[in-house]
């Protein structure tokens, strides 16, 4: 008997640890440093830029609390620029980010670059922005702006592409001319024809015309189903007249004929 009622108990903890184990809530992980939000946040890129529209296009009659509403109090007296007799009203015609540096939680420098007219002329500037941002999330430019350098020019070696040659040439050149064609002239129809099955490749919804396939040259060595190429293709803007270069890197799949299943690396979903 005693030996029957330790079987026993051994057997009612056992299935009490399995119902334990089935039930029981995993305890929440702490968030790590990688999946918290980024800092500056596109909010703190947005307000920066916004600083440099307005901090730029600053000009004889210039609407001084405008920009003292993105500025600390503390920095109200400086920050306005001293305007000379004959300084021109400036028009800054855009601005994009081009760097942001992470200063610690909630302090920032976010680099504006902005295209500015003067006097009848264009020159971009790059505006080093000081952006924090406050316990309740309010953003504010904490100190004083400051002029930097664009960035450095780069100097990398162009590769040497072979071009497309052998039996499959003629076929593929075929069909991106065909496709070119559709793409560039906003003829979505057309393509469908020219993709493979369940793929999508929109046409441009501004259109200009084809004016040829200049080269064809292959990415990668072939293989069974299909090859990457680079094609350069010329289009003539219909307003313009003018005439581009451009090169369009492209997927081509092997079937029942040559499909052209993606260009610019991107991949289209059906």
Request: charged letters at 25%; glycine letters at 10%; a negative charge.
């Amino acid at each position: 008997m005693v030996l029957w009622c330790l079987v026993g108990v051994l057997l009612l903890r056992g299935v009490g640890d399995v119902l334990a184990t089935s039930t029981a809530v995993p305890a929440a992980r702490p968030v790590q440093d990688g999946a918290a939000v980024a800092w500056p946040d596109d909010g703190a890129r947005a307000y920066a830029a916004q600083f440099a529209r307005v901090y730029l296009g600053y000009g004889p009659g210039g609407a001084a609390d405008e920009l003292l509403s993105f500025m600390a109090p503390e920095l109200t007296g400086a920050v306005v620029p001293q305007l000379g007799k004959r300084d021109p009203r400036r028009v800054v015609q855009d601005t994009v980010i081009a760097d942001a540096e992470r200063l610690d939680p909630r302090h920032a420098l976010v680099t504006v670059a902005a295209r500015v007219s003067s006097g009848g002329s264009w020159s971009t500037r790059f505006l080093v922005v000081p952006v924090a941002r406050d316990g309740r999330g309010g953003l504010v430019v904490y100190d004083l702006p400051a002029f930097a350098e664009p960035p450095a020019r780069a100097q990398v070696q162009v590769a040497e592409l072979e071009p497309l040659s052998g039996v499959d040439a003629a076929p593929i050149e075929e069909v991106l001319v065909r496709f070119f064609r559709a793409f560039l002239a906003g003829r979505s129809d057309e393509l469908e024809y020219l993709v493979p099955a369940g793929v999508r490749i929109g046409a441009l919804t501004d259109p200009v015309e084809f004016v040829g396939v200049d080269s064809i040259a292959e990415l990668e060595p072939a293989r069974r189903d299909g090859r990457p190429v680079l094609a350069t293709v010329r289009a003539r803007d219909p307003e313009s007249e003018a005439v581009y270069a451009l090169r369009y890197r492209v997927r081509l799949l092997r079937g029942d004929r040559w499909y052209v299943a993606a260009i610019n690396t991107t991949r289209q979903g059906g």
